[in-house]
T-cell receptor, first 114, second 113 residues
Framework: GNSVTQMEGPVTLSEEAFLTINCTYTATGYPSLFWYVQYPGEGLQLLLKATKADDKGSNKGFEATYRKETTSFHLEKGSVQVSDSAVYFCARHLRQGGSEKLVFGKGTKLTVNP | DSGVTQTPKHLITATGQRVTLRCSPRSGDLSVYWYQQSLDQGLQFLIQYYNGEERAKGNILERFSAQQFPDLHSELNLSSLELGDSALYFC????????????FGEGSRLTVL
């Protein structure tokens, strides 16, 4: 099938801790992969993306590498801040015929404590 | 601010009723997408329009319908509402198809009592 599986939360960390949120996908071919973030009370925002194998997306200290061999796109940040508290969604781009859409994982809620 | 505007922000209604959610995409964006977010189902793709034409359908119930108007704004119509339709409904837009880079509105929270 065409799905995205990400680690279930919630995840609670202390400020400056290392963050990893796992994401794996199933797909035919090599879809573009994304991480979106949803801050409290807001809509989703694109955090980073990678369009082909071995690409590394990065933004605001977050990184994710497109791993074809493990079909993974894990999100990492070396030192989280309180302001990173949000829900993080992994997504893959799906094109079928003339249509296209984003398929999202269920989301992982991150809480960073001071 | 993503530039995508959704109204209303909150809506409370009763079972059996009908509601319309409205979305104005970012200026210049031709594609509009609707997603439903609920605790148990996560983010579910409902439907996509591109420049007024329906492009893709996801898990959209027959009781739901949508359209995109010539000025590119879109409306999602939900009818014969059930308790299970209570959710956050997001609209997103993109300047062109194929990128996966969507700009989301803040959502319309629908509560069905």
């Amino acid at each position: 099938g065409n799905s995205v599986t990400q680690m279930e939360g919630p995840v609670t960390l202390s400020e400056e801790a290392f963050l990893t949120i796992n994401c794996t996908y199933t797909a035919t071919g090599y879809p573009s992969l994304f991480w979106y973030v949803q801050y409290p009370g807001e809509g989703l925002q694109l955090l980073l993306k990678a369009t082909k194998a071995d690409d590394k997306g990065s933004n605001k200290g977050f990184e994710a590498t497109y791993r074809k061999e493990t079909t993974s796109f894990h999100l990492e940040k070396g030192s989280v801040q309180v302001s990173d508290s949000a829900v993080y969604f992994c997504a893959r781009h799906l094109r079928q015929g003339g249509s296209e859409k984003l398929v999202f994982g269920k989301g992982t809620k991150l809480t960073v404590n001071p | 601010d993503s530039g995508v505007t959704q109204t209303p922000k909150h809506l409370i209604t009763a079972t059996g009723q009908r509601v319309t959610l409205r979305c104005s995409p970012r200026s210049g964006d031709l594609s509009v997408y609707w997603y439903q977010q609920s605790l148990d189902q996560g983010l579910q793709f409902l439907i996509q329009y591109y420049n007024g034409e329906e492009r893709a359908k996801g898990n959209i119930l027959e009781r739901f319908s949508a359209q995109q108007f010539p000025d590119l704004h879109s409306e999602l119509n939900l009818s014969s509402l059930e308790l299970g339709d209570s959710a956050l409904y997001f609209c997103a837009s993109s300047v062109r198809e194929g990128t996966g880079e969507l700009f989301f509105g803040e959502g319309s929270r629908l509560t069905v009592l």
